[in-house]
């Protein structure tokens, strides 16, 4: 007696395995959407013409990569982190944390430096680049401030794309479900049952 066909367990892996398909596509519109963000930013990032800077988060991709300026009022600290010249070279980046006169923060990258320890700054009118920060935004300064070196500029290529590699794992993923369920299927309708 041959075993009977698994009809639940096979719709089970073809369900599993369109929803792998269909995340695939997902990863490959997401991947046109970000080209065209990147594309966007790049634009942007040629721009002469500067830019209010932001004061929600609801503005904040509008303004990326676009120049800008701030007049810090009050500097309330300094931090460092890891940062890159615009020749390249490894280092701190050192950023200022200000009061704008309307009362809004706003994050300074003053330059570079290879000393992680941040110089004398007092504050006023910086020009620069905006550029992402975690999950706000900081103004790269150009010129840089505080007798620091120029950072590097930021750079929308700088922005990670992997929807590519994302789809094609998908993809892989439903195709070796589909491979691995058929094989076992088909030794399983091969061995023959107990009769007695």
Known sequence: MIRQFPVIPTIIVLVAAATMV???FWQLGRMDEKEALIARYASASQSNVQVVWPRSEE????ALYSP???????????????GASERGGKGWAHVARC???????????LGYSRDPNPGEWAGGQVSGIIAPARNSIKLVA???QADLGQLARPDPNDLPNNHLA????????ALTALVIYWLAVRKRLARPTDEG
Do not use: H, K
């Not at 503005?59 to 509008?62: F, G, I, R, T």
């Not at 009061?99 to 990258?109: E, S």
């Open 68 to 82: 800008s300026s701030v007049n810090c009022e009050r500097v309330l600290g300094f931090g460092s982190i890891a």
């Open 59 to 62: 503005d904040y991709e509008q």
């Open 142 to 144: 150009m010129p840089p």
């Open 166 to 173: 994302y789809a094609g794992q998908w993809f892989f993923f």
């Open 22 to 24: 269909a995340l695939g």
């Open 99 to 109: 009061i704008l006169p309307d009362g809004t923060g706003a994050d300074v990258a």
